[in-house]
């Protein structure tokens, strides 16, 4: 005959079990949340507030976006919005800076911040930034947070986090507004690019280590694109190449070795998968770039100002389908659906290695 304390540990199991089904989004949904940390890139709010003019809560920015501008900085949806959706969430994750209840917390939430890097003085010439080291503090903030709705239950807690997945994109501004940036930051003139690649990832290493303790097993490690083929890059002279090509040499240093990474990962953290997702390859040539409808990837649709962002109220380009780029530095919409595509569905172990993220997903660790 079942006790009384066992009859109330069941009703708790059964409401937490009703509870999670009700706040991830739908019940169709292939993981119960998804974390995003992040750059520009990924940004959907959270540097509105911060004391920089690296933001993006302004028209044109958000033109093709349901909600109008909301901090993202292009045209409509980013990689991961993108990336949600394919996951079968119904709504884009919500932003960290403006999430306040644990309960909205528990389908995922997005950290990612506009200019910032893996070291935590990139991009700091701009302004304020959530760089990485930050943001995981934010994350164990939110850990804490759903341990709570959970009722400090911290097996059922890590048991939920297990099935999440994880994305993060960072290390282009580690390049663009750091490396690169030798009027602001020493960097460039203390390492070679190689050795600057290491650095990095020896601290992406111990920064996605302790991801993993917080509870993340199933993590997507997105690499750096063509930094040296946008619109800015080639703004400062290519030499005659088509891009800047000490720039995109640089940042394939880092994606080879974030590619052993994945590698060293995988070997060492049995109970967890990681994969890497190469933008860089998919960003491709100009005849690949054609073939999706992107036939302008050397321009940006928008009117930009002096730090390379749309000017606010601008008209854009009325082609921006066929843009790669939105302004200097981001890509439109459509150059984020296409990578977002191959990332989720690609069976090309040169695009996602060891697999793709919608494999990443369904995976039973």
């Not at 690019?193 to 097993?217: D, F, H, N, V, W």
């Not at 049995?270 to 390859?281: E, L, M, Q, R, S």
Request: hydrophobic share 35%; charged share 15%; aromatic share 10%.
């Amino acid at each position: 005959m079942a006790t009384n304390d066992t009859v109330i540990w069941t009703l708790m199991i059964v409401v937490l079990v009703v509870f999670i089904s009700q706040s991830c989004v739908r019940g169709e949904s292939q993981v119960p949340c998804f974390f995003i940390f992040g750059d520009s890139l990924a940004d959907n709010g959270n540097t509105n507030l911060l004391k920089t003019p690296a933001k993006a809560n302004y028209l044109p920015y958000g033109i093709d976006f349901p909600k109008g501008p909301t901090g993202r900085f292009t045209n409509g949806r980013t990689f991961v919005d993108i990336i949600a959706e394919l996951l079968g969430f119904e709504n884009p994750i919500p932003c960290f800076a403006t999430t306040r209840r644990p309960k909205d917390m528990v389908r995922g939430l997005n950290y990612a911040s506009g200019s910032a890097g893996l070291r935590d003085e990139t991009g700091t010439h701009m302004g304020a930034n959530v760089n990485l080291n930050k943001q995981l503090l934010n994350h164990k903030a939110t850990v804490k947070h759903i341990a709570s709705v959970m009722g400090h239950k911290q097996s059922s807690n890590k048991h939920y986090l297990n099935k999440c997945l994880y994305s993060v994109g960072m290390g282009s501004n580690d390049y663009m507004n750091n490396y690169f940036q030798p009027k602001f930051y020493p960097t460039s003139t203390k390492y070679t690019p190689e050795q600057y690649a290491t650095l990095l990832i020896k601290q992406y290493s111990r920064q996605i280590k302790t991801l993993y303790m917080y509870g993340a097993r199933k993590v997507a490690l997105v690499g750096l694109g063509q930094v040296g083929c946008a619109p800015y890059s080639i703004s400062t002279g290519t030499n005659g190449s088509a891009c800047v090509d000490k720039m995109n040499d640089a940042v394939q240093f880092f994606n080879k070795k974030l590619k052993s990474l994945v590698d060293h990962l995988n070997t060492n953290l049995t109970d967890a998968k990681f994969i890497y997702v190469n933008t860089y390859g998919m960003s491709g040539s100009s005849a690949d770039r054609t073939t999706t409808g992107l036939k302008v990837s050397d321009v940006n649709c928008c009117p930009v100002n002096e730090i390379g962002q749309c000017v606010p109220s601008a008209a854009p380009c009325k082609n921006r389908s066929e843009h790669m780029f939105w302004d200097l530095f981001h890509p439109t919409e459509m150059a984020n659906l296409v990578t977002a595509r191959r990332a989720y569905n690609s069976s090309n172990p040169s695009d996602t290695y060891p697999m793709n993220i919608g494999h990443l997903a369904k995976l039973r660790l």
